[in-house]
C-alpha cells in the first residue's frame, strides 16, 4: 500500500512534467503536420532561460518570490522569439515538402539549439532551488514531497483544460480545427492559413518552453537533456495519439505511472517499458490511443 | 558519355582510396577507415531516402555488428576480423528481419519513431545490464586477426584498411545490384505513389521488408568495422544521435547516388574532426547549420555538386567536338 501511494505520487508528478514537455508537439503536429523534433531544444532552452533569470534576480538581491515571475518570463521570451524565428524562417519554406525533409529539417535545427544553449550557458549545470523549497513540503508514506511538485500538477491540468477550452469554445480554436481538417477550403473561405500555422507554432513553442521553466526548477539545467526529453515526448505522443490534445493526457499519465512503477519495481527497465509500451500501441492501435485513421490518398 | 564519366570516377576514386594508406599520414588512415566502416550503414539509410522514408534507428543494427565484436573478444576472445565480418551482418539481418516483420506496416513519422524507439530500447537494455556489456564502460574489441593470422603491429591498420575497403567495394555492388532489381525499382517507386505500386501487383510491404533486411546486413557489417577501427565499444553505438548521423551522411552526400553516401561519409568525418577541434562544444552546431544549408538549398547533396559540374564539362566537350 506504501509502494502503491509512492508510485501514484511520483507518477502524477512525472506525468505532470511529461504532458506540459509533449502537449506542444501535439498541437504542432495536429496542425502542421510536422513532428517537431526541435521541440525538446525549445523546452531546454525554456529551463535555461527560466533559471538564469530566477538566478538573475536573486543575484541582484530582489525578494525570492519574485522568481516565479522570473520563471514565466523565461518561458515567454524563449517561446515568442523561438516559435515565430523557426516558423516564419525556416519550416514556411518546406511546407509541402515530403515527411522526411521536414523531420530532418528540424532535426538539424535541434542540433543547432541544443549547442546554442552551451554557447549562451557555458557546460556547467545552472540550478535555482528557491521556487522548490518556498513553497515547503509534507510527508505521504513516510517520504518527503514538495508542494511545488503538487503545484506542477495542477499547473498542467488547468493548462491543459485551458488548451481545450481554446480549441473546442473559441472563435480561433474553431478556426484552427478547419485549418487542421482542410487546408484549402479554409483558405478559400478566407481564413488566413499562414497565421494559423504561426499562432499554432508559437503557441506550441511557448507551451514547451513554459514545461522547461517549470520543471527547471525540480533539477539540475544540464546540457543533453534536450535530447531525453524529445525522446520521452515523442513517446507520449505517439502513445496518446499524434496531434490529440487528450491523447498528450493519456500519454503522459501512461508513461508517467509506467515509468514511476519501473522505477520502484525494476529500476533496470525504466527507460525500455516505456519505448516498450509505444511500440505495442503502435502495433495494436498505430493511430495511438486518441488518434484518428488518416485515409490512404491515391 | 555518361557511362564513360561513370567509369573514369569509379577508377580514380578506388585508385585513390586504394592509395589513402600509403600517401597519407596514420590519422588521415583511420578517419577514411571510420567513414568507409560507417558509409555502410548510411548506404542502408539512403535506400529508405530514395523510397522517401526517413529511420532513426539504424543505429541498432550497427550497436548488433559492433557488440558481436566486443562479446566475442570478452567470452571468447576470439577477434578474428573475417568471420566476424559475416557474424556481425548475419546477427544484423537477423534483428532485421525481426523488427521488420512490424516496421513494413509503418511509413512516415510512424516509421521513423518506431525505429527510433526501437534503438533506444537497444540502447537502454545496453546501458542497464552494466554486468553483460559493461554499460557506459563498453567493451573493448582488441586486436583483430586475419584467419588466425595476425599481422604486425606497426602493419595492423594497413591490414584492417584493406579488409575494409573490399567489403565496402563489395557493398556499392550490392547496393547497385538490389537497386537495379525489381525490388530497387519497386523502392524508388513508393516515394511517388505506393497504392500504384500495389494495383501493379507488388507488395510494398514485402519491399520494404527486403529493404529492411538488406539495410540491416550493411549496418551489421558497418558495426563490426567500426568497433575494430576505434577499439571500444558503448551504449552510444545504438543511441539515436547515431541514427541521425547516418542519415545527416546520406543526406550530405546526396542519397540519389551510390558515390553520395560515400562522399558524404568523409566529408562527414573531416568536418566532425576538424569542427570538434577547433568548436570542442559546437561541432553539433555546425553539423546542424550545414544540414540546414543542404535541406534548404542543395536537397540533391555534395555530390549532385559534382554532378552539375560534370554535366556541364561534359556538354562543353561534346559542343567542343561537333564544333
Known sequence: MRLLTIIVMDGAVFAAVLFLLSVGLTLVFGVLRILNVSHGGIYA?????????????????????????????????IGLIAGPIIERVFLRRIY?????????????????????????????????????????????????????????????IIFGAFLIWAVRGTRLGKIVVSVINDREISQAIGINVNRIYLVSFTAGALSAALGGALIAPTIAVVPGFAVDATVLAFAVIAIGGMGSLEGAAIGALLVGLLRASAVHLMPEVDLVAIYLAMILVLVVRPEGLFGEVELRRI | MEQRWFFLEAVVGTALLLLVPLLFPDWMGFIVALALAKFLAVLGVALFLRA?????????????????????????????????????????AGLAALVGLVMAR???????????????????????LYWLTGGTDGLGAGVPTFFGYAPPREHLR???????????????????????????????????????????????RRVIYFTYVFSGVL????????????????PEYAFWIQSGDFVFVALLGGFTSVPGPLVGAIAFEFIRTYASKYFPNEWQMVLGIIMLAIILFRPEGLWSIYEGLASRFGRSDREAQRA
Open chain 2, 52 to 92: 522517401g522514408m526517413v529511420t532513426f534507428g539504424h543505429a541498432m543494427f550497427y550497436a548488433v555488428g559492433a557488440y558481436t565484436v566486443g562479446f566475442s573478444a570478452k567470452w571468447f576472445g576470439f577477434r578474428d576480423i573475417l568471420v566476424l565480418l559475416p557474424l556481425g551482418g548475419l546477427l544484423g
Open chain 1, 45 to 77: 532552452f525554456g529551463a535555461y532561460m527560466a533559471t538564469y533569470l530566477a538566478l538573475k534576480i536573486l543575484g541582484v538581491g530582489g525578494n525570492p518570490y519574485l522568481t516565479y515571475l522570473m520563471l514565466l518570463a523565461g518561458a515567454i521570451i
Open chain 2, 219 to 234: 549496418a551489421g557489417l558497418s558495426g563490426v568495422m567500426a568497433a575494430f577501427i576505434v577499439g571500444h565499444i558503448v
Open chain 1, 96 to 156: 509541402g515538402s515530403d515527411q522526411h525533409i521536414m523531420l530532418l529539417l528540424t532535426f538539424s535545427i535541434f542540433l543547432i539549439l541544443d549547442d546554442l544553449m552551451k554557447l549562451i550557458w557555458g557546460t556547467k549545470p545552472l540550478f535555482v532551488s528557491e521556487p522548490y523549497a518556498l513553497l515547503g513540503q509534507f510527508t505521504i508514506a513516510g517520504i518527503p514531497y514538495s508542494w511545488y511538485q503538487v503545484a506542477l500538477i495542477f499547473v498542467s
Open chain 2, 158 to 204: 594497413v591490414y584492417q584498411y584493406y579488409v575494409i575497403l573490399l567489403v565496402a567495394g563489395l557493398a556499392i555492388y550490392a547496393v547497385y545490384r538490389f537497386l537495379s532489381s525489381p525490388l530497387g525499382y519497386y523502392l524508388k517507386a513508393r516515394a511517388d505513389n505506393e497504392i500504384r505500386i500495389e494495383y501493379s501487383g507488388e507488395s510494398v
Open chain 2, 106 to 128: 509503418y511509413r512516415e513519422v510512424f516509421f521513423a519513431m518506431l525505429n527510433l524507439a526501437f534503438s533506444m530500447m537497444l540502447y537502454g537494455v545496453l546501458l542497464k
